[in-house]
């Protein structure tokens, strides 16, 4: 999920950044899980409270992908 909003129809101001990154890796709960639908019809979830398939998170993930990358709050990644 990246932070990036769009800005609204008459002038409202965008927010968040098109490189930054936050979510998580998770276990999938096996229960309802359907295979994710690619294309344009794609819906995927704008917020992590819409996640429905979560057995247990595994790793918080942050950063931005053209600066460092965190898992945990441990930088894996970064550019300097």
Same mark, same amino acid.
């Given at each position: 999920m990246n932070t990036y909003k769009e800005g609204g129809f008459f002038g409202g101001a965008a927010s968040g950044s098109r490189t930054e990154i936050e979510g998580v890796i998770y /276990?999938?709960?096996n229960k309802?899980?359907?295979p994710p @639908?690619?294309?344009a019809k794609q819906s995927?979830? /704008?917020v992590?409270?819409?996640v429905k398939d979560i057995? @247990?998170?595994l790793s918080r993930v942050t950063g931005s992908w053209v600066n460092?990358?965190?898992f945990d709050d441990k930088v894996y990644w970064d550019i300097d």
């Open positions: /276990e999938v709960a309802d899980n359907t @639908k690619f294309g995927l979830p /704008e992590m409270k819409d057995k @247990k998170k460092k990358i965190m």
